[in-house]
């Protein structure tokens, strides 16, 4: 298996464009995680999906950010419209169940000018 | 605020002694997993420990879980320079939470 495969890996933008980024999980693992990092925050748990359906979005920084999984090889992450303090590294991850290991992918580097 | 806290922030030590890494939590956990993270990349799994274990062993790993103290320790015996890196933990109980990680440098 090739992994968790996320695009694009890096992807710059201007203040007030759409920003989307997609992922692409391990065939059968049930569920899915989006992460974003930074230096001041750390690692934080934006949404995750479980059978497609989102089942903790509370880490969504606000209605700017929203994410799909229509189905169960493909989610993407939106940002509408995209500010500075959005730059970041957003990790996808993916894994069989809630309660074991994550595997990550190598992540999107957005920076938002 | 973070439920994973790491420490200490950074670690610098000579190949081949050991490092230990800490990690204090503040509410109660299903699991404890600890993760590897080299710069530029995402995050590898290293060790998952359940609520209800206090030790566990992979390789020249070693991590324990004190769910008194909320708190659990990463070993890793005899270093090498491919360990350098990033080491989070990471809690489930209500929500999956990260700390902000320890950066490990293992010196030639």
């Known amino acids: 298996d090739a992994g968790v495969i996320q695009s694009p890996r890096h992807e710059v933008t201007e203040m007030g464009q759409e920003v989307t980024l997609r992922c692409k999980p391990i065939?059968?693992?049930?569920?899915l995680f989006w992460y974003r990092q930074t230096m001041m925050r750390g690692l934080e748990l934006l949404i995750y999906?479980?059978?497609?359906?989102?089942?903790?979005d509370s880490g969504m920084p606000e209605d700017r950010f929203s994410a799909k999984m229509p189905n169960a090889s493909f989610s993407t992450l939106k940002i509408q419209p995209s500010e500075p303090r959005d730059s970041a590294v957003y990790f996808c991850?993916?894994?069989?169940?809630?309660?074991?290991?994550?595997?990550f992918g190598p992540g999107t580097r957005l920076t938002v000018l | 605020s973070q439920q994973g806290e790491e420490d200490p922030q950074a670690l610098s030590i000579q190949e081949g002694e050991n490092a230990t890494m800490n990690c204090s939590y503040k509410?109660?956990?299903?699991?404890l997993q600890w993760y590897r993270q080299n710069s530029g990349r995402g995050l590898v799994h290293l060790i998952l420990?359940?609520?209800?274990?206090r030790e566990k062993h992979s390789g020249r790993l070693r991590v324990t879980l004190d769910t008194s103290k909320k708190s659990s320790s990463l070993l890793i015996t005899a270093s090498r320079a491919a360990d350098t890196a990033s080491y989070f933990c990471a809690t489930d109980g209500d929500k999956i939470i990260f700390g902000k990680g320890t950066r490990l440098h293992i010196l030639p």
């Open positions: 991850a993916s894994s069989k169940a809630v309660s074991v290991g994550q595997f």
């Open positions: 065939s059968g693992h049930d569920y």
């Open positions: 509410t109660s956990i299903n699991n």
């Open positions: 999906f479980n059978n497609n359906v989102p089942i903790d």
């Open positions: 420990i359940r609520s209800n274990e």
